[in-house]
């Protein structure tokens, strides 16, 4: 891979993030080292784009020198009807 390839795929992955998960990028934007996630804020039913975005989200954090922890048990935030609560 070329480095104009590698900067374009993260100016992409940029772009991703911004877009879709502006509030994490803000969150990966301030003073702090760590970066918390909720299991349920990503594929709580097993979707294989969500896998997806929660890979690029790490990477993005990354990109920005952030520690990413995830909490919490997967569905805990889903009420019996499958909605987050």
Known sequence: MTNDERMQRESNLIATIRGK???FAKACAD???LVL?????FAAD?????YKLLGMAI?????RGKEVRVIG????TLGEDGTIQ
Do not use: M
């Open 37 to 41: 996630l909720h299991q349920d804020a």
């Open 21 to 23: 998960l502006p509030e």
């Open 46 to 50: 097993y979707q294989e784009d969500e």
């Open 31 to 33: 003073d702090t080292e």
């Open 59 to 63: 990477k993005y954090a990354g990109l």
């Open 73 to 76: 048990k997967n569905r805990s």
